[in-house]
């Protein structure tokens, strides 16, 4: 088999239109049915439903707390555009923080989620996040672990990162395969 792989200059938010555009491509050509995409404040979910219209969209978003007490980053106007696009919502502790988080900000020390997220970002931050977010999405039973699947995530703002996997469930982490990077910023 014969693919491409685009490059882009420096990560941010200005590939987002590039990044769905070229996901919903692989997609289609691989007979993808499922995507899952990573947000923050939730444009990029917001645009993802609407790219990716008549596909299953799982948007994953920053667990509760992240920028302070009782805060929620997911607007809900982003989150009305996204449900009534029929995407679905997944808040929840990312899998590389919680308790390990929590630790390292306790104890200034680092445990084993940690440096897998940092061994991950070798390759740039949106892989670790397609990692996580398709991990955290298998564990909430709402993709299926037999099937592949499209996952874009990005570096802080948008989206610049996708990939072809298939989803492994947290305790099986070690098992997770990128069959296929469609573009990525090239660091």
Do not use: W
């Not at 920053?62 to 929620?72: F, I, L, N, S």
């Not at 990312?94 to 989620?113: D, I």
């Amino acid at each position: 088999m014969e693919s491409s792989i685009v490059y882009f200059e420096k990560p941010g938010p200005e590939n987002t239109e590039t990044t769905l555009r070229l996901a919903k491509k692989r997609a289609e050509e691989l007979g993808i049915k499922t995507v899952i995409v990573a947000t923050t404040v939730g444009d990029t979910a917001a645009q993802a439903v609407k790219v990716f219209k008549g596909m299953k969209v799982i948007v994953v978003t920053h667990c509760a707390g992240v920028k302070g007490p009782d805060t929620q980053e997911f607007t809900e106007e982003n989150r009305r555009i996204v449900e009534k696009g029929g995407g679905l919502v997944l808040t929840g502790t990312h899998l590389f923080a919680g308790v390990g988080r929590a630790m390292r900000n306790k104890f200034q020390t680092y445990t084993l989620n940690e440096i897998v997220a940092y061994t991950l970002r070798m390759l740039g931050q949106g892989m670790k996040v397609v990692a996580e977010i398709s991990v955290m999405a298998a564990d909430a039973g709402m993709v299926s672990v037999q099937e592949e699947c499209v996952v874009i995530a990005g570096s802080s703002r948008g989206a610049d990162t996708a990939v072809v996997l298939t989803p492994v469930y947290s305790n099986q982490f070690f098992d997770l395969r990128i069959k296929e990077i469609i573009c990525k910023p090239r660091l």
